[in-house]
């Protein structure tokens, strides 16, 4: 079932977390083409890792090229902050955030459009697992030991399996022996595989992903625990975008059919079974919950 998210993340209290730096892009060699030029620049939060991420996202600049009728070119960044920041420079035009990213972009830009989002982020999971030789099987089990988060900004990899943990009378930094940060869903995992964390947490999807392509060995992680549905991932747009090619772009993700095997090769590559039109208000339950857990000011 899924909570009253907006009132449940008010209730909630995030003791000793350091607010997150909007920094300067760290390592981002982002080009200094203008869209004038007829460059469209897309980049994504490194959410996983960068063979992956260069995998699913040079064919979505490819597709985008044909619908948009532009030269489309990926970036890759090293940080969640980047490619918020890349949107309030104007380095980046379009993005592919989860909640929280979008939640720091729109308040760093005052303009950031949210055009389309995967059917499945409107109602997204995270999977609490665990090793095998821990003994833990339920959440009560975790206290006492050590514990991986993915990236600090993450969505479905830190704020809302802590506000999860919370809800569940578990306060990380007084229950767990340690808390690391591996900074991608699917580090987390092979961190909990290789007995380097006891447990961890990670979006659904990457989980998913790992056991169908069989790189995660269930017989040493098991899942303990998946959360109450919330809304995640999305692609934003700059705010002051060219309208016409807002329209292009969100039609372009729209119109992606499952039954199209071209556009299904997408879709799959970014775990989506079609595109939906979505809108800043959707975000506004991760915004709560952010401002809760000390993570905007």
Not at 8 to 29: D, E, Q, S, Y
Not at 203 to 210: E, K
Not at 225 to 233: C, G, I, L, M, V
């Amino acid at each position: 079932m899924e909570i009253p998210f907006r009132a449940a993340a008010k209730r909630a209290t995030f003791g000793g977390i350091l607010r997150v730096p909007l920094v300067v892009l760290c390592g981002m060699a982002l080009s200094a083409t203008v869209l004038a030029q007829g460059v469209l620049r897309i980049s994504a939060i490194p959410d996983e890792s960068p063979t992956e991420l260069q995998r699913k996202f040079s064919k979505v600049a490819a597709y985008l090229e044909k619908e948009a009728g532009m030269k489309v070119q990926y970036t890759a960044v090293t940080d969640y902050a980047a490619v918020v920041e890349g949107l309030a420079a104007k380095k980046i035009d379009l993005a592919w955030l989860g909640g929280f990213t979008f939640v720091q972009a729109r308040l760093r830009t005052g303009n950031a459009i949210p055009i389309a989002q995967r059917v499945e982020d409107e109602k997204f999971t995270s999977k609490f697992i665990a090793s095998s030789a821990s003994g833990v099987k339920e959440l009560a089990d975790l206290k006492g030991k050590n514990f991986s988060f993915g990236s600090v900004s993450s969505t479905s990899g830190h704020l809302m399996p802590r506000f999860f943990l919370l809800e569940n009378k578990i306060n990380p930094e007084k229950d767990f022996k340690r808390i690391a940060y591996s900074g991608a869903h699917d580090a987390t995992a092979l961190q909990v595989e290789a007995g380097k964390v006891e447990a961890g947490v990670l979006n659904a999807s990457v989980w998913d992903r790992l056991v169908s392509e069989k790189k995660v060995d269930l017989k040493k992680v098991r899942v303990i625990w998946t959360t109450p549905p919330y809304y995640d991932y999305n692609w934003t747009v700059r705010g002051d975008l060219d309208p016409a090619l807002v329209k292009k772009l969100t039609d372009a993700f729209l119109k992606l059919d499952p039954k199209n095997p071209a556009h299904k090769e997408l879709l799959d590559l970014q775990r989506a079974s079609r595109f939906v039109a979505t809108k800043p208000e959707n975000y506004k339950g991760i915004e709560a919950a952010a401002r809760s857990a000390g993570l905007l000011k």
